[in-house]
T-cell receptor, first 114, second 113 residues
Framework: NAGVTQTPKFQVLKTGQSMTLQCAQDMNHEYMSWYRQDPGMGLRLIHYSVGAGITDQGEVPNGYNVSRSTTEDFPLRLLSAAPSQTSVYFC?????????????FGSGTRLTVV | GEDVEQSLFLSVREGDSSVINCTYTDSSSTYLYWYKQEPGAGLQLLTYIFSNMDMKQDQRLTVLLNKKDKHLSLRIADTQTGDSAIYFCAEYRFYNQGGKLIFGQGTELSVKP
């Protein structure tokens, strides 16, 4: 089915470890973004991209890196995991930068840092 | 989420109407959205409304927008147990090179049989 695919679905990391959360979409969307969801706080934007080779920071970018080498993929890297990064991470994509069409969300990656 | 507020919980009986409320602060928002999140799943777009509209109806869903008060509501008619989920309102804002959705905290709707 067309949509946004995130892997892995669950991950446990030790403090200080690094890892990459994968996100891929097959809808030829130009716009992709990463959000984190924490209880009682809704979703907060980490990084986003308006096309291949173009990325920018969102509200909470510290501790995360992104790159966009293709239209389809937008991986999120945790450089040195901290317990504060325990969260559910959602990747989302859209055409027309989301206006009027909303975003298509992946099913999420639940990350626990111990 | 910053500046978008929702109540956290709502409980209704099956067959009743549910009304979920949301307030936002950015008067320049062009689109406002309602998303539904079921347990363990991502967010599903339910409906959206453009800022020059007052109301939008889509089957059992009615969205009301009061721009003067910056108030958005989602009414679900004939609420069913399958409607139990977390509902997020979100406003679209232009941001740096692109745009972003600003989400409320989410309202957990519980539908009792």
């Amino acid at each position: 089915n067309a949509g946004v695919t995130q892997t892995p679905k669950f991950q446990v990391l030790k403090t200080g470890q690094s890892m990459t959360l994968q996100c891929a979409q097959d809808m030829n969307h130009e716009y992709m973004s990463w959000y984190r969801q924490d209880p009682g706080m809704g979703l907060r934007l980490i990084h986003y991209s308006v096309g291949a080779g173009i990325t920018d920071q969102g509200e909470v970018p510290n501790g995360y890196n992104v790159s966009r080498s293709t239209t389809e993929d937008f991986p999120l890297r945790l450089l040195s995991a901290a317990p504060s990064q325990t969260s559910v991470y959602f990747c989302a994509s859209s055409d027309l930068q989301g206006g009027g069409y909303g975003y298509t969300f992946g099913s999420g990656t639940r990350l626990t840092v111990v | 989420g910053e500046d978008v507020e929702q109540s956290l919980f709502l409980s209704v009986r099956e067959g009743d109407s549910s009304v979920i409320n949301c307030t936002y602060t950015d008067s320049s928002s062009t689109y406002l959205y309602w998303y539904k999140q079921e347990p363990g799943a991502g967010l599903q777009l339910l409906t959206y409304i453009f800022s020059n509209m007052d109301m939008k109806q889509d089957q059992r869903l009615t969205v009301l927008l009061n721009k003067k008060d910056k108030h958005l509501s989602l009414r679900i008619a004939d609420t069913q147990t399958g409607d139990s989920a977390i509902y997020f309102c979100a406003e679209y804002r232009f941001y740096n090179q692109g745009g972003k959705l600003i989400f409320g905290q989410g309202t957990e709707l519980s539908v009792k049989p």
